[in-house]
């Protein structure tokens, strides 16, 4: 696990949060309940099988770091209203 890790440039492209679950949309982090415990989206966490075995033992996520792979965009939006 540590080999591996060491072998991808973390630099870029890799995400994480102590306090914000950037797995799921922010839609859903509004509308549904904090149960305390972070289920690990599959198809975003690039580490959720290296840390598999160790939060099924302990039963908990608190020891582990969701890594979400991807990009992220940001964009300035201006509006412009036509009062007549």
């Given at each position: ?46 580490n ?7 939060r ?29």
């Amino acid at each position: 696990y540590k080999h591996l890790l060491c072998s991808v440039d973390l630099s870029k492209d890799f995400f994480f949060s102590y306090s914000y679950n950037i797995m799921r949309s922010l839609q859903k982090n509004i509308t549904e309940k904090n149960t305390g415990q972070v289920v690990y989206e599959t198809m975003f966490v690039w580490n959720e099988f290296l840390t598999r075995a160790i939060r099924n033992h302990l039963k908990n996520t608190s020891w582990t770091v969701a890594l979400v792979h991807g990009f992220f965009k940001q964009y300035c939006l201006f509006i412009i209203e036509d009062h007549k």
